[in-house]
């Protein structure tokens, strides 16, 4: 099996290997941090120059997620566009891309700390959002349960050896899902503040090849 199954909060979920978390039950496909533009960002405010390819390998794995499992409802859980300007300077076939991404289904912008406000490629932008008693919001919330959330860019390696891997980081109350987009770093998942936000030892999902469920040890 290439993705890991398991239920959070009685709600069925499936974990994909890109980093998109999948609802079958409620044929809702969710991901987190794209930092579309990034590239562009760190040219235009004198950063480390990084190839331009960001926007389109992104959305190249996104729009494979979207043929496969065709949900009729996207919830992006923040930090989609680099900052406001990431999105204004996109380029046209890119923005032309995810307009024909977002028609046809309920697509959900959840408020991110990087994000600009109301995007002007169509969908709903909202600061959180909640679905089958599950709250969706860009940042979790240190009391909150029930949640799914993004933000933290999870990463983490089996055994502490290899290369550490963007991963999902859940328990049973909160689930924290990886950094979708490409260029995007990460934090380690059993390192601070990341793993204080979760009880007992919760479970990290690496993304890859294949999601590979280990405990954070």
Request: net charge negative; with cysteine; aromatic share 8%.
């Amino acid at each position: 099996m290439t993705t890991h199954d398991f239920i959070f909060c009685d709600t069925a979920m499936r974990a994909l290997p890109s980093g998109a978390l999948y609802l079958p039950d409620h044929d809702t496909l969710c991901i987190s941090d794209l930092h579309l533009g990034k590239s562009e960002r760190m040219a235009r405010r004198g950063g480390a120059l990084l190839p331009p390819y960001e926007n389109r390998d992104t959305l190249e794995r996104l729009d494979q997620d979207l043929n496969t499992l065709n949900p009729a409802r996207v919830i992006c859980l923040g930090d989609s566009f680099d900052d406001d300007e990431a999105e204004l300077n996109m380029p046209e076939d890119i923005r032309l891309w995810i307009v024909r991404m977002i028609a046809g289904r309920n697509w959900i912008w959840i408020t991110g700390n990087h994000d600009p406000g109301p995007v002007s490629i169509g969908g709903t932008y909202l600061a959180e959002v909640e679905v089958a008693g599950l709250t969706f919001r860009h940042i979790a919330q240190t009391e909150a349960s029930a949640e799914i959330s993004g933000h933290y860019h999870p990463k983490f390696r089996i055994n502490g050896a290899g290369p550490a891997r963007a991963a999902f980081v859940y328990d049973d109350t909160r689930l924290i899902l990886p950094a979708y987009g490409t260029f995007t770093g990460g934090l380690n998942a059993a390192s601070a503040p990341l793993r204080g936000l979760f009880s007992g030892t919760p479970i990290a999902v690496l993304t890859g090849k294949r999601a590979i469920a280990v405990p954070v040890t």
